[in-house]
């Protein structure tokens, strides 16, 4: 267990969390501002892996496919809360969260029917394929650099619109007081659509980011889906800056619990027991500091409420 | 009254002569999936305590399907298979993983309340996954059905039948006395209006934890059923699409009835036994199915007789 | 000072830059009804909330029956005998009458973790709570679900759940908000009934109960207390008037 390997591990936990915060950020911005559970957020980022497979391999080029899945995840997505979101707005959480669970099995099974249930894999055009040299003296692949620098850009910016714009504003006060903005006579349902599709959008971006590194099946959704609720538990409901903090935490607790608890328990235990309670407990650890997060905040660190 | 006592009266008499109907009629796949439909219906009639009496909109109970079962199949790895202690094991077991996740859950309510029993459940699906010497991600054999001393024999498929319908009923019973039960009571007005519940003198803290507690033993109860049922035991048991499922068996039956679950359970398996006849990608149609019985079909089969309990 | 049964000192509670409770200092005598008035936004719901426990004041103190219980949430509050009616009506409206009414008595009576005994027609319970409603004047409705009474019915049913749960202190919060003046009248006079056994802490806009049924009454505004006196003087007091009750009083 060198320092470079540590480091190594650590940015792989940063990568990851900018994609959780990227599928957060979306999630907790439609539970905050639209009081809804929307489960099928998972199934946009499948939607968004497969359609970048899909059309990359169709047009044979990596922006043009990367664009098209993005557009195309968005068309899912509004087509998804006209159909069927919508008439769960004034219901109560149980109904929506039964709703969308209907829908999962629904996407799940359509990308099966279209694609198979085996994993598709996604290529990477040749410019991202190499790795690059860190100052530890190890290499690091450049795609996920990539992903960190398009996290990182997208909190960013996200970070200027809901603090620096009047969308913003809108945002941050509808997260707080819904009923309040509608009273002040915003355009709700605008709002509400474009909160939707910019969640929509940017799972789309994490599922056709992800795609590449894990392996695009269906599925894949609920499995990160479960994660980014733990995010948002400890981010707390509405913020944005909750989502980032959060999805770095458990991007980073998870990778690095995953690479080193073992080792880490091998040497203050037996080896044998390192062996069966190390993985074990590795996968179980964001779970037990969301528990310990919740002890302390009920609400979550940076709640709007 | 008199007519759901009647109705009640009918259908037991038909779930009791199911199996020699089956045999007679040579068709004894029915009594294995009868026999399905009665142990997940403890699971639902448990589930409904919860969410259709408390308004605990748990998404985790599958998870104690999970314990009850690996309960029954850990003990039959290392020998252990005499029923008398593996069952009891497994409801104590569920009651403890209840209450260690309701200890933390019920501290939270709404949207939370539910990520978080979400999440606990997968961290132990995880766990699951993760023990590697109980089969892992392909799960285990049971290594051999539990055993009552000759009293009854499992491997009996018309034996273990009555089993699962004699403790089906007793289930039904039980969740009825105690709803409405002073607990019962309490319970239901927690949900029915906190703020007014707790300035009359009651914590609903406890009154929900207790509850989630005894939830989770009967369902850690209908997984030592299950176990032996089919045999083999996979972390998928406590995965989300079990425990969404569970969630839908309650709903679709009605919550806060007494029959709602069972029909419920038996309305969704069997929608699913007739899907899964058509095509092989049944829930491409279960799935729209459900988005629209919520949208549209809210007070669940049990509503459309009778007004459900308050 | 002979001990009061409630004691107020001090009681602070800050909503940002509003201070809608400012050192508030509040005493009821056992056998009391005492009234709380005061404008809009004055900080009465604030201060009741305090008083009831679903409402943690930044500081100072809350004494009841000598005990100090300013850190107890609201159902241990209840358990020691302080009772409240909530000022928008909170009942259970799929429950009957007599069912909201009985969950009061099970409140106070012993435990309840009983899981099998039938508590629909437990005599223990229900006999008490029918009794409890035709105090009220709810005697007749008792079957009927509480979401299907009329508002004034539902304003009466507060009170019977407060009472039921025989309290030694009964928090009244605005009990005649949306009545008209011939259920303000059956509510007066079901007030007045009440005066004689127990204390009573009464919130209102309504003037003419206040007069009629308080003791001592404390007029509130902008979070303190303005004065605090009997009817009479609190009529004539010139700052009470310029603040609140105005020229008609």
């Given at each position: 267990m060198t320092w470079g390997l540590v480091f190594e591990q650590l940015l792989n936990g940063l990568q990851y969390g900018v994609m959780l915060f990227l599928m957060a950020a979306g999630l907790t911005l439609v539970l905050g501002i639209m009081n809804m559970v929307n489960l099928a957020h998972g199934s946009l980022y499948m939607v968004g892996a497969y359609l970048a497979v899909a059309l990359t391999g169709w047009t044979g080029n990596y922006f043009a496919g990367v664009a098209l899945a993005l557009l195309g995840t968005l068309l899912v997505g509004m087509a998804v809360e006209v159909v069927a979101l919508r008439a769960l707005y004034h219901r109560d959480h149980l109904d929506q969260v039964l709703a969308t669970f209907g829908l999962i099995l629904f996407?799940?099974?359509?990308?099966?029917?279209?694609?198979?249930?085996?994993?598709?894999?996604?290529?990477?055009?040749?410019?991202?394929?190499?790795?690059?040299?860190?100052?530890?003296?190890?290499?690091?692949?450049?795609?996920?650099?990539?992903?960190?620098?398009?996290?990182?850009?997208?909190?960013l910016i996200?970070?200027?619109?809901?603090?620096?714009?009047?969308?913003?504003?809108?945002?941050?006060?509808?997260?707080?007081?819904?009923?309040?903005?509608?009273?002040?006579?915003?355009?709700?349902?605008?709002?509400?659509?474009?909160?939707?599709?910019?969640?929509?959008?940017?799972?789309?971006?994490?599922?056709?980011?992800?795609?590449?590194?894990?392996?695009?099946?269906?599925?894949?959704?609920?499995?990160?889906?479960?994660?980014?609720?733990?995010?948002?538990?400890?981010?707390?409901?509405?913020?944005?800056?909750?989502?980032?903090?959060?999805?770095?935490?458990?991007?980073?607790?998870d990778t690095l619990g995953r690479a080193f608890l073992k080792p880490v328990l091998a040497s203050v235990i037996s080896p044998p027991a390192a062996e069966a309670a190390g993985p074990a407990l590795a996968s179980m650890l964001i779970y037990l500091l969301m528990a310990v997060v919740l002890a302390m905040r009920p609400a979550g660190l940076f709640s709007s409420r | 009254m008199k007519l759901r006592l009647v109705l009640w009266g009918l259908a037991i008499?038909?779930?009791?002569?199911?199996?020699?109907?089956?045999?007679?009629?040579?068709?004894?796949?029915?009594?294995?999936?009868?026999?399905?439909?009665?142990?997940?219906?403890?699971?639902?009639?448990?589930?409904?305590?919860?969410?259709?009496?408390?308004?605990?909109?748990?998404?985790?109970?599958?998870?104690?399907?999970?314990?009850?079962?690996?309960?029954?199949?850990?003990?039959?790895?290392?020998?252990?298979?005499?029923?008398?202690?593996?069952?009891?094991?497994?409801?104590?077991?569920?009651?403890?993983?209840?209450?260690?996740?309701?200890?933390?859950?019920?501290?939270?309510?709404?949207?939370?309340?539910?990520?978080?029993?979400?999440?606990?459940t997968q961290m132990l699906y995880y766990l699951g996954l993760s023990l590697a010497e109980f089969g892992g991600d392909d799960g285990m054999r049971l290594k051999a059905r539990s055993q009552f001393s000759g009293l009854v024999d499992l491997g009996d498929p018309v034996a273990f039948y009555y089993v699962a319908l004699l403790l089906m009923l007793l289930s039904v019973v039980l969740v009825y006395r105690i709803v409405n039960s002073r607990f019962g009571m309490v319970l239901r007005a927690a949900k029915s209006n906190d703020a007014r519940t707790r300035a009359i003198g009651f914590s609903p803290y406890f009154y929900r934890l207790a509850a989630f507690v005894l939830a989770g033993a009967m369902c850690g109860l209908a997984g030592a059923l299950y176990a032996?049922?089919?045999?083999?035991?996979?972390?998928?048991?406590?995965?989300?699409?079990?425990?969404?499922?569970?969630?839908?068996?309650?709903?679709?039956?009605?919550?806060?009835?007494?029959?709602?679950?069972?029909?419920?359970?038996?309305?969704l398996l069997l929608i699913e036994e007739v899907l899964k006849g058509w095509t092989e990608h049944w829930q491409v149609v279960l799935g729209p199915l459900l988005v629209l019985s919520v949208i549209f079909f809210k007070r669940g089969l049990a509503g459309m007789f009778w007004k459900p309990d308050a | 000072m002979r001990d009061s049964l409630l004691q107020v000192r001090g009681l602070t509670k800050q909503f940002g830059a509003l201070r809608a409770s400012d050192g508030i200092d509040f005493d009821v005598a056992e056998g009391e009804t005492h009234a709380v008035i005061g404008p809009n936004g004055a900080g009465k719901t604030t201060f009741i909330s305090q008083l009831a426990g679903n409402l943690r004041p930044d500081s100072g103190t809350v004494r009841f029956a000598g005990a100090d219980i300013t850190a107890l949430p609201a159902p241990r509050r209840a358990r020691l005998g302080l009772a409240r009616s909530f000022q928008i009506t909170s009942v259970y409206p799929d429950f009957s009458a007599l069912h909201n009414v009985a969950l009061a008595i099970q409140a106070r009576s012993g435990h309840s973790f009983r899981f099998?005994?039938?508590?629909?027609?437990?005599?223990?319970?229900?006999?008490?709570?029918?009794?409890?409603?035709?105090?009220?004047?709810?005697?007749?409705?008792?079957?009927?679900?509480?979401?299907?009474?009329?508002?004034?019915?539902?304003?009466?049913?507060?009170?019977?759940?407060?009472?039921?749960?025989?309290?030694?202190?009964?928090?009244?919060?605005?009990?005649?908000?949306?009545?008209?003046?011939?259920?303000?009248q059956r509510m007066i006079a079901l007030l007045a009934s009440l005066k004689r056994k127990h204390t009573i802490i009464l919130v209102e806009h309504d003037m003419d109960a206040v007069f009629r049924l308080a003791d001592r009454i404390s007029v509130l505004v902008y979070g303190r207390v303005i004065a605090s006196d009997t009817p009479e003087r609190v009529r004539a007091n010139e700052e009470v008037r310029r603040a609140y009750l105005g020229t008609q009083a």
């Open positions: 996407f799940n099974e359509l990308v099966s029917m279209i694609w198979g249930r085996g994993a598709q894999y996604a290529s990477l055009p040749g410019w991202l394929q190499g790795h690059i040299d860190l100052f530890t003296g190890s290499r690091y692949p450049v795609y996920r650099v990539a992903i960190l620098v398009v996290g990182l850009s997208t909190a996200l970070w200027y619109v809901v603090t620096r714009t009047r969308l913003g504003m809108l945002v941050r006060a509808g997260a707080s007081n819904r009923t309040m903005v509608g009273a002040l006579g915003v355009n709700i349902r605008l709002l509400y659509t474009v909160v939707f599709g910019v969640g929509a959008a940017l799972a789309g971006l994490a599922g056709l980011m992800a795609g590449p590194i894990y392996a695009v099946q269906p599925g894949m959704g609920e499995l990160i889906l479960i994660q980014v609720f733990v995010v948002i538990v400890i981010g707390g409901i509405g913020s944005v800056r909750g989502a980032l903090v959060g999805a770095i935490i458990v991007g980073v607790v | 008499a038909l779930l009791v002569a199911l199996p020699p109907l089956a045999i007679a009629l040579g068709q004894t796949y029915y009594i294995d999936l009868v026999r399905r439909m009665l142990i997940l219906s403890i699971a639902a009639i448990s589930l409904n305590l919860i969410l259709g009496y408390g308004g605990l909109v748990s998404f985790g109970h599958a998870a104690y399907l999970g314990v009850g079962a690996y309960s029954v199949g850990i003990m039959a790895f290392y020998g252990a298979s005499a029923g008398w202690l593996q069952w009891p094991l497994a409801v104590g077991a569920s009651a403890l993983v209840a209450a260690a996740i309701g200890a933390v859950s019920i501290r939270t309510s709404g949207i939370y309340f539910i990520m978080i029993t979400l999440a606990f032996n049922h089919t045999n083999y035991i996979t972390p998928g048991l406590m995965s989300w699409q079990q425990s969404g499922d569970l969630m839908f068996m309650v709903i679709l039956g009605g919550m806060a009835s007494t029959a709602g679950p069972v029909l419920g359970t038996f309305a | 099998w005994r039938d508590a629909r027609s437990d005599p223990s319970l229900l006999h008490p709570a029918k009794n409890v409603l035709h105090e009220v004047g709810l005697g007749g409705r008792s079957q009927v679900l509480a979401g299907n009474l009329a508002h004034g019915e539902q304003r009466q049913l507060e009170v019977a759940m407060a009472l039921a749960t025989k309290p030694r202190l009964l928090l009244l919060d605005e009990p005649m908000a949306g009545m008209g003046t011939e259920e303000s």
